[in-house]
Nanobody
Framework: QVQLVESGGGSVQAGGSLRLSCVAS????????MGWYRQAPGKQRELVAV???????NAVDSVKGRFTISRDNDKNTVYLQMNSLQPEDTAVYYC??????????????WGQGTQVTVSS
């Protein structure tokens, strides 16, 4: 089992910045892709950004140029730097980790979520 602990959420005014962190721990063998998702009230959870084990990144168009995803493999941690935040970025943000066991079994794990609120 892999546990994920997120931190860094909070409340900011429009134009502000936040940095989310997600630390993976437990029975870690090989972490593959790591990503951030968000879910606003009344909406489906959506992908925000993803980073592969090799460092390739991709992000939804609405956050490109404002959000940056990165990872520290030594610390089993993924980050989301969020700049120029807008009220429409308000949501619960979740990290997701794809993990491969020594037997080659692939699982994915979710964090508990951290609230980001942006006021105008």
């Amino acid at each position: 089992q892999v546990q994920l602990v997120e931190s860094g959420g909070g409340s900011v005014q429009a134009g502000g910045s936040l940095r989310l962190s997600c630390v993976a721990s437990g029975s870690i063998f090989n972490i593959d892709a790591m990503g951030w998702y968000r879910q606003a009230p009344g909406k489906q959870r959506e992908l925000v950004a993803v980073i592969t084990s090799g460092g390739r990144t991709n992000a939804v168009d609405s956050v490109k140029g404002r959000f940056t995803i990165s990872r520290d493999n030594d610390k089993n941690t993924v980050y989301l730097q969020m700049n120029s935040l807008q009220p429409e970025d308000t949501a619960v943000y979740y990290c997701k980790v794809d993990h491969i066991t020594s037997d080659g079994v692939r699982n994915h794990y979710w964090g508990q979520g951290t609230q980001v609120t942006v006021s105008s």
